[in-house]
């Protein structure tokens, strides 16, 4: 799955000259809690709601209400926007997008075709990606599993469940309980959970957990 399936478009982006009221109205009335600030089309920076809640003038504590105001109407998005983006391109593939959002601490990044912003990806975005890959949506057994890390093991598990009559919705592998294992969890419709069991009593496998969702 790449990038260019699952952003967010088309593009809100936002001049470096706009005030940060402004911005704030753009925002709102978007929904949206970051954008990609450009200038001649191309671009320059980034800018979150955060920035922009944080924003506020310099020495501003001694000075009243309207002053305060005044200055505020001074401040605009190139005085809070971020200049060091991090990009990805629509052919990125989604987990590197992912991967660049946790390592970097950041909950969006604008999608490049070449130098041109065409989309955002979210951690929205990724959230609904998550949704999908594990079949949240879908009515099946949820079935979660420790199998040992050799060649062959998920050949097992994926045959005996297919013999049973099990048509599978998701499957995904993760981390096992030490370095020998992986876990799998997957959603199968086509079996109740006994059925399930009975399949795979014959492998060598720790079931973790298994229910109906």
Request: proline share 3%.
């Amino acid at each position: 799955m790449l990038i260019g399936e699952r952003m967010s478009q088309p593009v809100i982006s936002i001049s470096k000259d706009m005030p940060i009221h402004d911005a704030l109205v753009l925002f709102k009335t978007n929904s949206i809690r970051r954008a990609p600030v450009l200038q001649d089309g191309k671009l320059i920076g980034i800018v979150s709601d955060k920035d922009l809640f944080n924003a506020s003038p310099s020495q501003a504590t001694s000075l009243s209400i309207w002053e305060m105001n005044y200055l505020l109407s001074k401040i605009t998005v190139r005085d809070v926007m971020t200049r060091k983006v991090f990009t990805v391109q629509v052919d990125t593939p989604i987990e590197e997008a992912a991967r660049l959002m946790a390592d970097n601490k950041i909950g969006g990044l604008p999608v490049l075709n070449s130098d041109i912003v065409v989309g955002m990806i979210t951690e929205t975005d990724l959230f609904k990606t998550f949704l999908e890959l594990l079949g949240a949506r879908t009515v099946g057994v949820r079935v979660a599993i420790v199998i040992k890390d050799q060649p062959g093991q998920l050949a097992y598990v994926t045959r005996a469940i297919a013999d049973a009559g099990g048509n599978f919705i998701s499957f995904g592998q993760f981390s096992g309980t030490d370095a020998s294992t992986v876990q799998i969890t997957f959603k199968v419709a086509g079996m109740k959970m006994d059925d399930v069991k009975k399949a795979l009593e014959n492998e060598d496998v720790k079931f973790v957990d298994i229910r109906e969702c």
